[in-house]
């Protein structure tokens, strides 16, 4: 602001003159589009804040619906898509200036859009490169250990020469590419107007092409390249296209766009092909967060997240902080070049000038523990992976050693307010044992706590061991669902016999797979039952529970839910057995039978089996205050109307106080049923003709009403009135139902 000229800000403002540049920003990036609109025309400060590009392509960006097309301003193109007649369009070609107004943060912010990268290069950077390197090479100098650049991998693919913005956009022009997440909606973009975009664009952070469908949407891209020999090994392989997570994307950005700091999904690997243009790489080895960064766990639900500046923000505000040996590994991409990035290394990209790229991420021996570790329930181990010994937050490591965070009343999960615990760093301090991971040239990628080590045994240490994910919240931040996970494992575990000893390890990690297994082998010499053979060691399907088929066998492990839900699904599939050959139902020519039922529990370090029939309370049961109310001797406490009563105490309907499970969550009840032949019908679904088809359907019919003509089981009259009463639940007739 000129000297003698009058600050504008204080009028312009009134009482808002209190709040810093930043916070009104804030403010008005949750208006409307039509608000901030109407806002401008408050004062000439209000106007110049309303008028910020930054802040009209995050209103846009909100209130986006189908593929957008952006109008050589983010004001603009929001306009537009508010439908607005023409005039209303003219004032805002012709904007307004003011002086006596001076504001540091949108300055900065216009810097960044309008800076240049020419001399952002880092040609002298200390990643390493290399040619020609063999498998075992790579597995024994860099899996798992430090990044390294590799040269030669695409010569010989066709996308050197075809994948430039010019070729692209005559060969897939209309078609439409994922943009980088920037809201809650997803945006696409025609690759035309994404051209245009890039253009004509100046924005600080740009969009930037980041789709994990290119394959689906241009299969010919496919074609163009292909996996280098060094990442063939990929342990999701085995699953279906529509059943395993992202793993391959097609990147392009003008110079600006990037990707800020985080830790590839997973604790997978990754590696990424440059074709064309120029990448600017720094990285950090596994637990050392940027500096800038902050690293948000939640103690629920183990998700985390990373609130991170931009990419172009960190270089210019936060790296410039950075002492020499604080600084990170850095390395200028060049076209052609692959870079690979090993699990759990942070890393952060900043396109010097537009480029193409395509990138994938997989999971092979080196990091398959690491991936399996991440999918386990809890959430310490997810933030120590990521933010090292920070994340403890004042936990000595000590103290981890000897804690496995044991909760005596694990199964119950009434209360899920989220609660996070955040790690932000604003320093770091060298850690010796790292200095020659890149040769000696640089002590930038040194970890600042000298306990920390990214090793399998040192991360399990911190998993709490009495979480499993058949009964345990589930991480948002997972790359694929619990059930899809158990899937994969069970898949692996057929076909890849020879992988075995490793798989093993990694189910023990995600699922705590050596608890299960002793459970069974308790359950197998109780009953007389063969073990498991190697062929049945893990749980199979994709249920709730542990289930495991052992020779003629089906041994079903109830979990779900803690040990209330547990014994009260036992007891009603009990009862539901004893009904049908009560009445003598046609249903039970389709339903196996029933060998035996019992619960297991640990007591004093030993396994000890009660067989039980669902009548009457076990004494292992009632001493954990397990008793329904109005309990039947002669009858299945723990059937039908048992669990309809605790299903809506659960749901808040309380009836009467919780009944707790304390100190009972070492019992397991389970049930072993004669096993069906055959195969489901997600796998025949494909082959079945339309005659078969609809046989299946009438067969499917037919015992749907013999499930519906089911009695309900007795309940003495006034014991069922005062039920009914209680509950406010109407009930029609007395027939069963889908009540089980």
Same mark, same amino acid.
């Given at each position: 602001?000129?000297?003698?000229?009058?600050?504008?800000r204080?009028?312009?403002?009134?009482?808002?003159?209190?709040?810093?540049d930043?916070?009104?920003?804030?403010i008005?990036?949750?208006?409307?589009?039509?608000?901030?609109?109407?806002?401008?025309?408050v004062?000439?400060?209000?106007?110049?804040?309303s008028n910020?590009?930054?802040?009209?392509?995050?209103?846009?960006?909100?209130?986006?619906?189908?593929?957008?097309?952006?109008?050589?301003?983010?004001?603009?193109?929001?306009?537009?898509?508010?439908?607005?007649p023409?005039?209303?369009?003219?004032?805002?070609?012709?904007p307004?200036h003011?002086?006596?107004?001076?504001?540091?943060?949108?300055?900065?912010?216009?810097?960044r859009?309008?800076?240049?990268?020419?001399?952002?290069?880092?040609?002298?950077?200390?990643?390493?490169r290399?040619k020609?390197?063999?498998?075992?090479e790579?597995?024994h100098?860099?899996d798992?250990?430090?990044p390294?650049?590799?040269t030669?991998?695409a010569?010989?693919?066709?996308?050197?020469?075809t994948?430039?913005?010019d070729?692209l956009?005559?060969?897939?022009?209309?078609?439409?590419?994922?943009?980088?997440?920037?809201?809650?909606?997803?945006i696409?973009?025609?690759?035309?107007?994404y051209?245009?975009?890039?253009n %004509?664009?100046? *924005? $600080? =952070?740009p969009?930037?092409?980041?789709?994990d469908?290119? @394959? /689906?949407?241009?299969?010919?891209?496919?074609?163009?390249y292909?996996?280098?020999?060094?990442?063939?090994?990929?342990?999701?392989?085995?699953?279906?296209?529509?059943?395993?997570?992202?793993?391959?994307?097609?990147?392009?950005?003008?110079?600006?766009?990037?990707?800020?700091?985080?830790?590839?999904?997973?604790?997978?690997?990754?590696?990424n092909?440059?074709?064309?243009?120029?990448?600017r790489?720094?990285?950090?080895?596994?637990?050392?967060?940027?500096?800038g960064?902050?690293?948000?766990?939640?103690?629920?639900?183990?998700?985390?997240?990373?609130?991170?500046?931009?990419?172009?923000?960190?270089?210019?505000?936060?790296?410039? %902080?950075?002492? *020499? $040996? =604080?600084?990170?590994?850095?390395?200028?991409?060049?076209? @052609? /070049?692959?870079?690979?990035?090993?699990?759990?290394?942070?890393?952060?990209v900043?396109?010097?000038?537009?480029?193409?790229?395509?990138t994938q991420?997989?999971?092979?021996s080196?990091?398959?523990?690491?991936?399996?570790?991440?999918?386990a329930?809890g959430?310490?181990?997810?933030?120590?992976?990521?933010?090292?010994?920070?994340?403890?937050?004042?936990?000595?490591?000590?103290?981890?050693k000897?804690?496995?965070?044991?909760?005596?009343?694990?199964?119950?999960?009434?209360?899920?307010?989220?609660?996070?615990k955040?790690?932000?760093?604003?320093?770091s301090?060298?850690?010796?044992?790292y200095?020659?991971?890149?040769?000696?040239?640089?002590?930038?990628?040194?970890?600042?706590?000298q306990?920390f080590?990214?090793?399998i045994?040192?991360?399990?240490?911190?998993?709490?061991?009495?979480?499993d994910?058949?009964?345990?919240?589930?991480?948002?931040?997972?790359?694929?669902?619990?059930?899809?996970m158990?899937?994969?494992?069970?898949?692996?575990?057929?076909?890849k016999?020879?992988?075995?000893?490793?798989?093993w390890?990694g189910?023990?990690?995600?699922?705590?797979?050596?608890?299960?297994?002793?459970?069974m082998?308790?359950i197998?010499?109780?009953?007389?039952?063969?073990?498991?053979?190697d062929?049945?060691?893990?749980p199979?399907?994709?249920?709730?529970?542990?289930?495991?088929?052992?020779?003629?066998?089906?041994?079903?492990?109830?979990?779900?839910?803690?040990?209330?839900?547990?014994?009260?699904g036992?007891g009603?599939?009990?009862?539901?057995?004893?009904?049908?050959?009560?009445?003598?139902?046609?249903l039970?020519?389709?339903?196996?039978?029933?060998l035996?039922?019992?619960?297991?529990?640990?007591?004093?370090g030993?396994?000890?089996?009660?067989?039980?029939?669902?009548?009457?309370?076990?004494?292992?049961?009632?001493?954990?205050?397990?008793?329904?109310?109005?309990?039947m001797?002669?009858?299945?406490?723990?059937?039908?109307?048992?669990?309809?009563?605790?299903?809506?105490r659960?749901?808040?309907?309380?009836?009467n106080?919780?009944?707790?499970?304390?100190?009972?969550a070492?019992?397991?009840?389970?049930?072993?049923?004669?096993?069906?032949?055959?195969?489901?019908?997600?796998?025949?679904?494909d082959?079945?003709?339309w005659?078969?088809?609809?046989?299946?359907?009438?067969?499917?019919?037919?015992?749907?009403?013999?499930?519906?003509?089911?009695?309900?089981p007795s309940?003495?009259?006034?014991?069922?009135?005062d039920?009914?009463?209680?509950m406010?639940?109407?009930?029609?007739?007395?027939?069963?139902?889908?009540?089980?």
């Amino acid at each position: 602001m000129e000297l003698g000229l009058k600050d504008r800000r204080p009028d312009g403002l009134g009482d808002l003159r209190v709040l810093p540049d930043e916070i009104i920003c804030a403010i008005l990036d949750n208006l409307t589009a039509r608000d901030v609109a109407r806002l401008a025309c408050v004062s000439s400060v209000m106007y110049i804040l309303s008028n910020e590009e930054p802040l009209w392509m995050s209103l846009c960006l909100k209130s986006i619906n189908g593929p957008l097309q952006y109008k050589g301003s983010w004001k603009n193109t929001a306009l537009h898509q508010e439908h607005l007649p023409n005039e209303y369009e003219e004032p805002c070609r012709k904007p307004l200036h003011f002086d006596g107004f001076n504001s540091l943060f949108l300055y900065r912010r216009l810097y960044r859009s309008y800076t240049s990268l020419v001399g952002f290069s880092f040609d002298n950077g200390n990643v390493e490169r290399s040619k020609d390197l063999s498998v075992e090479e790579f597995c024994h100098e860099y899996d798992g250990k430090k990044p390294v650049l590799l040269t030669g991998l695409a010569d010989s693919w066709p996308a050197r020469s075809t994948w430039t913005t010019d070729q692209l956009l005559l060969n897939y022009g209309d078609t439409a590419f994922r943009i980088s997440q920037r809201s809650s909606r997803k945006i696409i973009m025609k690759f035309k107007d994404y051209v245009s975009y890039m253009n %004509l664009q100046h *924005d $600080e =952070d740009p969009l930037y092409i980041f789709d994990d469908k290119f @394959g /689906e949407v241009a299969p010919d891209l496919l074609k163009d390249y292909s996996i280098p020999h060094l990442f063939q090994e990929d342990f999701f392989d085995v699953l279906d296209r529509d059943q395993r997570p992202p793993f391959r994307w097609l990147i392009i950005g003008p110079e600006r766009s990037g990707a800020s700091w985080h830790v590839d999904p997973a604790l997978t690997s990754a590696w990424n092909t440059l074709l064309c243009g120029r990448k600017r790489w720094a990285l950090y080895p596994p637990g050392r967060v940027p500096l800038g960064v902050t690293v948000h766990v939640s103690e629920e639900d183990g998700d985390v997240n990373v609130e991170t500046p931009s990419s172009l923000q960190w270089w210019l505000d936060f790296y410039p %902080l950075l002492a *020499d $040996e =604080d600084k990170p590994i850095e390395c200028t991409q060049l076209p @052609g /070049e692959t870079i690979f990035v090993p699990s759990g290394w942070w890393h952060c990209v900043l396109n010097l000038e537009t480029t193409v790229a395509v990138t994938q991420n997989f999971v092979n021996s080196k990091n398959f523990e690491f991936v399996c570790l991440d999918m386990a329930p809890g959430y310490r181990h997810k933030g120590v992976c990521r933010a090292g010994l920070l994340a403890l937050n004042g936990e000595s490591l000590e103290d981890a050693k000897k804690n496995t965070f044991y909760d005596e009343d694990c199964q119950n999960y009434s209360d899920l307010t989220r609660k996070a615990k955040r790690f932000r760093i604003s320093k770091s301090v060298e850690d010796p044992k790292y200095d020659n991971i890149t040769n000696g040239d640089s002590k930038s990628h040194n970890v600042w706590n000298q306990d920390f080590s990214y090793d399998i045994n040192f991360l399990a240490m911190f998993l709490d061991k009495n979480r499993d994910h058949f009964n345990s919240p589930w991480s948002s931040s997972n790359c694929i669902g619990q059930r899809e996970m158990r899937e994969w494992l069970c898949k692996l575990w057929v076909e890849k016999p020879g992988m075995r000893e490793l798989i093993w390890k990694g189910a023990c990690l995600a699922l705590n797979a050596g608890k299960w297994s002793e459970c069974m082998a308790e359950i197998c010499t109780f009953h007389n039952l063969p073990f498991p053979t190697d062929d049945e060691g893990l749980p199979v399907g994709t249920g709730s529970n542990p289930v495991y088929l052992i020779a003629d066998c089906v041994i079903k492990i109830y979990v779900e839910g803690g040990l209330e839900a547990s014994i009260h699904g036992l007891g009603t599939e009990l009862e539901f057995y004893s009904l049908l050959s009560k009445v003598n139902s046609p249903l039970k020519n389709h339903i196996p039978d029933i060998l035996a039922s019992g619960i297991l529990f640990l007591e004093n370090g030993s396994y000890t089996i009660v067989p039980w029939d669902g009548k009457g309370v076990p004494d292992v049961i009632s001493k954990c205050n397990l008793i329904p109310e109005d309990c039947m001797e002669d009858g299945f406490p723990f059937g039908l109307w048992s669990k309809k009563q605790f299903e809506y105490r659960n749901a808040g309907t309380s009836l009467n106080e919780s009944i707790s499970s304390a100190g009972c969550a070492r019992i397991w009840p389970y049930i072993i049923t004669k096993r069906c032949k055959g195969k489901i019908y997600a796998q025949l679904r494909d082959t079945l003709s339309w005659e078969d088809a609809l046989n299946l359907a009438s067969f499917l019919g037919e015992q749907m009403h013999n499930l519906h003509i089911l009695p309900c089981p007795s309940l003495n009259e006034s014991t069922f009135l005062d039920f009914k009463r209680k509950m406010d639940f109407p009930f029609a007739n007395g027939s069963c139902g889908s009540c089980y």
